[in-house]
């Protein structure tokens, strides 16, 4: 398997763009999350995604980010607009919740740079 | 999610063992014991888990204390591709959210 993928790997944009972030999650993982990573808050839980269906979007900063799962091999996650403060590396990760484990394996990340 | 606490940084000199610690003071009797690592520009990857025993695989070696409010990773011969930053993790039963913290960042001196 691949493992997840993530595009693009890098992003730089201008203030007040639409941004969109995407994954590929594992085959056969039916458990999706979006992180977000700074320096100065670390890793942060954004949205947490089971069959499709958000149940914890508690992290999601504001109304300016939202996400979407429209089938079980794809994922989105869209910032409208985009400020420089969600310059950040922005993580995708996915499980299986029918392993006792359950361990997330982890995208590559984008790069986000909002200018 | 019940809390862990790290030191924000270690060293170690090559191939010399490492013992990273965790304290996880109100872990409740259902969580598991997590350890991530993120070596630098990656993603976190998961390193091993337990609950009460201590636990082997090929990337480290996890001691669980007796009455679980703590817990060390232990990497047996430290290498250069051992420079990360560790998480440790609680996990429990249903929902899987996880909150990272600030981990502990390894330091490996050749």
């Known amino acids: 398997d691949a493992g997840v993928i993530q595009s693009p790997r890098h992003e730089v944009t201008e203030m007040g763009q639409e941004v969109t972030l995407r994954c590929k999650p594992i085959s056969g993982h039916n458990s999706l999350f979006w992180y977000r990573q700074t320096m100065m808050r670390g890793l942060e839980l954004l949205i947490y995604?089971?069959?499709?269906?958000?149940?914890?979007d508690s992290g999601m900063p504001e109304d300016r980010f939202s996400a979407k799962m429209p089938n079980a091999s794809f994922s989105t996650l869209k910032i409208q607009p985009s400020e420089p403060r969600d310059s950040a590396v922005y993580f995708c990760a996915s499980s299986s919740e029918d392993r006792v484990v359950n361990e997330q394996f982890f995208g590559p990340g984008t790069r986000l740079t909002v200018l | 999610d019940a809390k862990t606490t790290q030191p924000n940084s270690m060293e170690s000199n090559e191939e010399e063992p490492v013992h990273l610690p965790c304290n996880h003071s109100t872990i409740s009797g259902t969580d598991y014991i997590h350890w991530y690592r993120q070596l630098p520009s990656q993603g976190p990857e998961y390193v091993i888990h337990g609950l009460t025993s201590n636990v082997n695989n090929r990337m480290a070696s996890l001691a669980i204390a007796e009455d679980r409010k703590s817990s060390t990773l232990i990497l047996h011969r430290a290498t250069l591709r051992d420079a990360a930053v560790y998480y440790c993790i609680l996990r429990g039963g249903g929902y899987q959210k996880v909150t990272f913290g600030i981990g502990t960042k390894l330091q490996v001196i050749p």
């Open positions: 995604f089971n069959n499709n269906v958000p149940i914890d």
